[in-house]
């Protein structure tokens, strides 16, 4: 495995890790609003890039799958930059952009299985400039339909809002986004950019993402002051 | 912040070492009263301390001044020949202070200041600069007191010609109008009631002499009646020949007689009868006699006879001839008289018309005396405002002259300073320390401003209402490691090398900070 991808994923982390107590709980909120009300094709997507979304929706979707007995999809909708795709060594594999291309040739090769168990996954495939057309042709909406069918979960990664229109032109295939945001970072007028474009009302809630250490200690004390007040996020071995 | 504060109070302690140190010297000089209390003698000279100070001041630091002293006392010996002179003077006025001292109302002394990188000059020069207030302030004193003295005597003269001038001029006036003027008016009214007194007097006389003329023509119209004479011959005059009246006198009494004859026997007979022929030829005769006007002409009798000799007077006609030519005379008189009343009239009728002249002139040169002499009487209070001034300027100059006026004299003589007045470094350096903090908070502030990102979930939810799902940590990767090392890597550096630098100057300016610190 990528030495990167080791680094980022929930499995290497701590056990007593905040992280992983966060991924946790993120599980428990996804999960139960799944099995509420069937909503079970969620975008994960950010105002700009290096907020961190692919690293979440790995996480989430790879943490639901192995905690579970839920058949858990993993779609890299990035059709440009294929960060996903890469990282899980995909690159150069058939995928999304040549399915949609090729008008739905090679379907059968497009579900592949990850080495994490119930974890399925969908590569971007070759990077693609032309990705918004590809995304609204129908035969992406059958896609999606037959995956709603076949998944518990559908974890889409999708680029960022502020850089392509992809997250908002699927709008009507998604059942909602989890935004993910760089605390402190992300300027609020892309962020506002952003929620406009999704609309406010398809966004199932926001991943404050990537808090420094400081911040973190905080938001412990005041939400966590039940826990050993000496825990900290040990450096990565 | 910490950045900041290193930074500034190092470059801060840089400046304090090395920069050159200016020292300053001073004097005070105390400006004195006049000696000569004001209430006796008041000072022409009217400028406020201040203003008087600043004159001075501009005449001391002026160019040519300043260049002698430059030159005196070697200033700016390295500069001299690289800058412009304008350089150098702006240098030397930077380092001259000049400041009034004392209350407000009551500024009573001032103080010169210079600065100089050699504590000695800087006491010299400020000597010197004291010594040229002293004596361009008496300069100014004594110059401003003669001005205002041969000033104002130029102003009493132009002002005493005029007022002679205006006196004149109502002397001319006064003289041309004599008798018109306001001052005469009782005595013209006066007159003029005496003459018109007068003109009613002569009136009276005049009518009393024209009754009496009258009465006498009367009597002589009378008596001549009486007498036969015709009016013409009846003469009245000088040349009166009493006995060829006498005779004409006769003569009609006789044609009278032979007319009262005719008429009667005109009555019973023509003019062709003999008797009444006669008497017509005897009549015609008689007036034939009676107009020959010589008075040798013989008179024929009632009976014929020739009367001789032209001295003779018929008895009958001598008490008439008489008595008319009495009349005749005292009416010559009254005519006389009545005429010479009328000259005195037609006098005292001019008069009256001279005086009545004056009376009705009199308002009128009331006026335009009156303007002459408000004009002349202005212009002599001037004068006599005038004149005490001047009178107070001579004496205020002779007292300027006499050094009597109001004085600078040195209270403090100029010292040798003997630390350096600039640069301060207490001050700089805290002033250093204030700035970096202040820097340091503002520039925190700045960012914190500039800084449009969201920092807390609690903020996320309030602003957009969303649910933060949760709250995730940095993950620190081997990448962001490696990036956290080199920053503190650069940190490190950046920080040996501030204390090397510190170290280093310290101890290339170890002398000059031990000076500094007195060690």
Not at chain 2, 307 to 322: D, K, L, M, N, Q
Not at chain 2, 397 to 404: A, N, P, S, V, Y
């Amino acid at each position: 495995m990528d030495s990167y991808l080791k680094s980022i994923l929930w499995k290497n982390q701590p056990i007593d890790s905040f992280f992983l107590k966060q991924i946790k709980t993120l599980r428990t909120k996804i999960v139960h609003r799944v099995d509420s009300s069937e909503q079970k094709i969620i975008g994960v997507t950010s105002a700009v890039d290096g907020e961190g979304k692919t690293t979440i929706s790995l996480n989430i979707a790879s943490y639901i799958s192995a905690n579970g007995d839920r058949n858990v999809l993993l779609v890299d909708c990035d059709l440009i930059k294929t960060d996903m795709t890469d990282m899980l060594g995909f690159n150069g594999n058939s995928g999304l952009s040549d399915y949609l291309q090729k008008d739905g040739e090679g379907k059968d090769l497009l579900f592949q299985k990850s080495t994490l168990k119930n974890l399925f996954f969908v590569s971007a495939g070759d990077p693609v400039p032309n990705s918004s057309e590809l995304l609204t042709k129908n035969l992406f909406g059958d896609l999606v339909d037959i995956i709603r069918g076949k998944y518990d979960i559908v974890i889409l990664d999708l680029p960022p809002v502020v850089s392509t229109p992809d997250p908002a032109s699927i709008k009507n295939l998604v059942d909602g986004y989890i935004l993910v945001y760089h605390a402190g970072e992300t300027p609020r007028d892309l962020l506002e950019y952003a929620i406009d474009e999704i609309g406010v009302d398809r966004v199932i809630g926001v991943v404050f993402n990537r808090v420094k250490k400081q911040a973190i200690q905080k938001y412990k004390s005041k939400y966590y002051y039940y826990y050993d007040k000496k825990e900290q996020d040990t450096p990565i071995k | 912040m910490i950045f900041s504060v290193l930074v500034v109070v190092f470059f801060a302690f840089v400046y304090c070492v090395v920069a050159r140190e200016l020292y300053k010297s001073s004097t005070t000089i105390l400006i004195l009263p006049q000696e000569v209390p004001e209430d006796y003698i008041k000072s022409t000279v009217t400028y406020s301390v201040e203003e008087r100070l600043s004159t001075i001041q501009q005449q001391v630091l002026s160019r040519p001044r300043l260049l002698k002293i430059i030159q005196s006392f070697d200033l700016f010996p390295e500069l001299r020949d690289k800058v412009p002179q304008e350089t150098l003077l702006e240098k030397m006025i930077e380092r001259t202070n000049i400041e009034l001292k004392g209350e407000s109302r009551e500024k009573n002394a001032f103080t010169i200041e210079y600065l100089h990188e050699d504590p000695r000059i800087a006491m010299l020069v400020v000597s010197d600069l004291a010594s040229l207030f002293i004596e361009d302030n008496l300069k100014l004193r004594v110059g401003q007191a003669v001005g205002t003295a041969e000033f104002l005597d130029t102003q009493v003269q132009a002002v005493k010609k005029e007022l002679d001038r205006k006196d004149r001029k109502i002397k001319v006036y006064k003289t041309k109008h004599m008798g018109e003027l306001p001052e005469q008016m009782a005595s013209n009214l006066g007159m003029l009631t005496r003459y018109q007194e007068e003109l009613n007097s002569i009136s009276d006389s005049i009518r009393s002499a024209e009754d009496r003329k009258l009465l006498l023509d009367t009597q002589i119209s009378a008596l001549k009646s009486r007498s036969g004479l015709r009016e013409e011959e009846v003469k009245t005059d000088e040349n009166i020949d009493l006995f060829q009246m006498s005779r004409k006198m006769s003569l009609a009494a006789e044609i009278a007689k032979k007319k009262e004859e005719l008429s009667k026997l005109r009555i019973t007979y023509t003019d062709s009868n003999p008797t009444t022929k006669k008497l017509i030829d005897e009549i015609g005769k008689l007036e034939d006699a009676y107009n020959d006007t010589s008075s040798e002409a013989n008179l024929t009798e009632q009976n014929g006879n020739t009367v001789e000799s032209s001295t003779y007077i018929a008895p009958e006609s001598e008490g008439i001839i008489s008595h008319l030519t009495d009349l005749i005379q005292r009416r010559k008189e009254v005519e006389l008289n009545i005429k010479k009343l009328h000259e005195a009239k037609e006098d005292v009728l001019k008069s009256i018309e001279v005086y009545s002249k004056r009376v009705e002139n009199a308002p009128k040169r009331e006026l335009e005396l009156k303007e002459l002499l408000r004009d002349y009487n202005n212009l002599k209070v001037t004068f006599e405002g005038l004149l005490q001034k001047k009178i107070n300027a001579d004496m205020s100059q002779d007292m300027e002259k006499r050094k009597k006026g109001e004085q600078f004299k040195i209270l403090d003589p100029a010292f040798f300073p003997e630390k350096p007045f600039k640069p301060e470094r207490i001050k700089i350096m805290l002033l250093a320390f204030m700035v970096s903090i202040t820097l340091g908070v503002w520039g925190a502030i700045f960012c914190e401003r500039m800084d449009k990102s969201i920092k807390t979930p609690d903020e996320f939810r309030e602003i957009y209402g969303l649910p933060v799902l949760v709250t995730l940590p940095e993950i620190i990767t081997e990448v962001g490691k490696k990036k956290m090392i080199q920053r503190r890597v650069m940190l490190a550096g950046g920080l040996i090398l501030y204390v090397v630098a510190v170290i280093t100057f310290v101890f290339v300016y170890s002398d000059k900070i031990r000076l500094i610190l007195r060690i």
